[in-house]
Nanobody, 126 residues
Framework: QVHMVESGGGLVQAGDSLKLSCATA????????MGWFRQAPGKEREFVAHITGNGIITRYSDSVKGRFTISRDNAKNTVYLQMNSLKPEDTAVYFC???????????????????WGQGTQVTVSS
């Protein structure tokens, strides 16, 4: 299990930027693929982005590609999500998650992750 705490959410206007952080502890961070998911009111939790342990491979959902950037600092055991050109439809609770060690898969499904943060609210007004 990995203990994770997200921060950086808030209320912004459309077109603004936010940077989310997820500080982790409890597992060797550098070997863990880390992901960001989000859940809007009344909707299922959905994949946003993930990054491999070495930071070389990233993947994004089509809805955020080109606007969001996932990154990590293994020295600080922290993963980030830079969100630019925010839209009202980006409004959601954002969660970071740690992928199961040794689990092969696309990294986009909830069941692939075994540790979750408590989430941070992002609200984008029009």
């Amino acid at each position: 299990q990995v203990h994770m705490v997200e921060s950086g959410g808030g209320l912004v206007q459309a077109g603004d930027s936010l940077k989310l952080s997820c500080a982790t502890a409890g597992r060797t961070f550098s070997i863990n693929t880390m992901g960001w998911f989000r859940q809007a009111p009344g909707k299922e939790r959905e994949f946003v982005a993930h990054i491999t342990g070495n930071g070389i491979i990233t993947r994004y959902s089509d809805s955020v590609k080109g606007r969001f950037t996932i990154s990590r600092d293994n020295a600080k055991n922290t993963v980030y999500l830079q969100m630019n050109s925010l839209k009202p439809e980006d409004t959601a609770v954002y969660f970071c998650a740690a992928k199961r060690i040794g689990f092969t898969g696309p990294g986009t499904a909830l069941y692939e992750y075994d540790s979750w943060g408590q989430g941070t609210q992002v609200t984008v007004s029009s």
